[in-house]
């Protein structure tokens, strides 16, 4: 009998002891491929610290490390090839991760930011990854800018092609995929950056004017942003740039040039500019039901409604001769409403870069910009005495400040003409009397 008990016993203490020393060797396994996979570290970030972090190296064993943040348990999960933010948590007795970003377009304070707010959920008893599902519901840019921005700009923006174009040729390339609650300040100031570099300072600063006015927008319509990510994004400082006056002979040249060009209709576009001082926009998009011209019995007269400015009033504008000759000798397109038709009649001519470049070439000019006609005419005004309050009216300009660009031409005559009176008056002063 106590043989059997004791035969009994030892099955009982093999069989345990198996038991327990397989749970051990799983353990080992366990924490060895772990090990082997990922090694924890705890460090206090910074975005310098992180930048460089050590990664695992090619052919190394260990593929990725994860380092803790000592300040919000934050974890930086590291590669070879990319820093992934995430948030470990227990909710309801379940572990769970949560994926907050990569660095560095997640900088450390908004790494560190949403992990104090997730943690602020799991206080109310709210689970962080059940408002992440809510956040994957927010649009890309690229979506709200197709479906939502453009369709509203159109209605409420003379711009809005300019904007169209903007977001097709630069910023969706970048930025589209993006959703709108991904896309972080840094996201904004390397574009910016990168913008600036290609093209000018106040180019950069209207792609940054634009994104803002997105953001604020989504925002305001509850598309699942809560702050501007271009708020805070200081403008790049603009250089002065108002082009250059063309001097008589170079008028000259262009005029010859112009007369001369294949493109007959586009050569008018630009002599147009030269003889009324008109931007670029308001001749190009010019109805015949805007232009009044009449015969009078000494001379004709014109002028032109201009429903839509820069400034964002109307304004009549009175023509001279040489403009109303131009526009008398115009042919009108059959089933077209334009001054100046494209291709197609019933869309109006959106581009004579390539007329302006010919005559430049044809011209001997120096390079200069189309918008210079405008310049030129209003110089020529000021040079031949005309008074600025004049000019500010030709030029359709809203605030007299803009207008103060050509007063020294304006004061160079009147200064002239003073010191040639002063010079004349002591030409002619009588000698004194002799003794």
Not at 17 to 32: I, K, N, Q, S
Not at 198 to 211: D, E, F, I, K, W
Not at 302 to 315: A, D, M, N, V
């Amino acid at each position: 009998m106590n043989n059997i008990i004791g035969r009994k016993f030892q099955e009982f203490f093999l069989q345990e002891a198996t038991a327990a020393l397989g749970f051990v060797l799983r353990r080992l396994f366990h924490v060895y491929r772990k090990e082997d996979h990922m090694t924890n570290r705890q460090v206090r970030f910074t975005n310098k610290v992180c930048a460089n972090l050590e990664r695992p190296q090619a052919g190394s064993k260990t593929k990725e490390f994860e380092y803790t943040d000592t300040v919000t348990r934050a974890k930086l999960l590291v590669s070879k090839d990319r820093m992934t933010w995430y948030m470990r948590y227990t909710f309801r007795g379940n572990k769970r991760a949560i994926r907050l970003g990569e660095f560095p377009s997640i900088t450390v304070e908004e790494a560190r930011e949403m992990v104090i707010a997730y943690r602020a959920m799991l206080e109310r008893g709210i689970d962080p990854q059940s408002q992440k599902d809510i956040q994957r519901k927010i649009p890309t840019l690229e979506d709200f800018s197709q479906k939502e921005y453009l369709p509203y700009a159109k209605e409420h923006k003379r711009s809005a092609d300019m904007d169209e174009s903007k977001l097709r040729l630069h910023i969706l390339a970048k930025l589209g995929k993006k959703r709108l609650c991904d896309i972080s300040r840094y996201d904004i100031d390397m574009y910016r950056t990168a913008i600036a570099k290609s093209h000018s300072p106040a180019t950069s600063n209207r792609h940054l004017a634009l994104l803002s006015r997105m953001f604020n927008l989504a925002i305001a319509w509850d598309r699942g942003v809560e702050k501007n990510p271009c708020n805070g994004i200081k403008k790049l400082m603009e250089t002065s740039n108002v082009g250059r006056a063309l001097k008589p002979d170079e008028i000259n040249r262009l005029q010859a040039a112009l007369n001369a060009d294949s493109n007959v209709l586009g050569a008018r576009a630009c002599l147009l500019l030269m003889y009324s001082g008109l931007r670029h926009a308001e001749v190009l998009n010019l109805p015949w039901s805007a232009v009044e011209l009449t015969d009078g019995k000494e001379q004709s007269e014109g002028r032109i409604f201009l429903e839509h400015t820069k400034s964002g009033r109307s304004r009549y504008v009175t023509l001279n001769q040489m403009a109303i000759d131009l526009l008398k000798s115009l042919p009108r397109v059959k089933g077209s409403p334009w001054v100046f038709p494209g291709k197609d009649p019933k869309k109006p001519m959106n581009n004579i870069k390539k007329v302006w470049a010919r005559a430049l070439a044809a011209g001997k000019v120096k390079p200069a910009r189309i918008h210079d006609l405008r310049h030129s005419f209003a110089s020529a005004a000021a040079v031949a005495g005309v008074s600025l309050y004049t000019i500010q009216k030709m030029l359709g300009h809203a605030s007299s400040q803009t207008t103060q660009r050509y007063a020294h031409l304006a004061d160079s005559r009147a200064l002239r003409e003073a010191s040639m009176a002063a010079v004349t008056t002591l030409a002619n002063a009588q000698p004194p009397a002799s003794r």
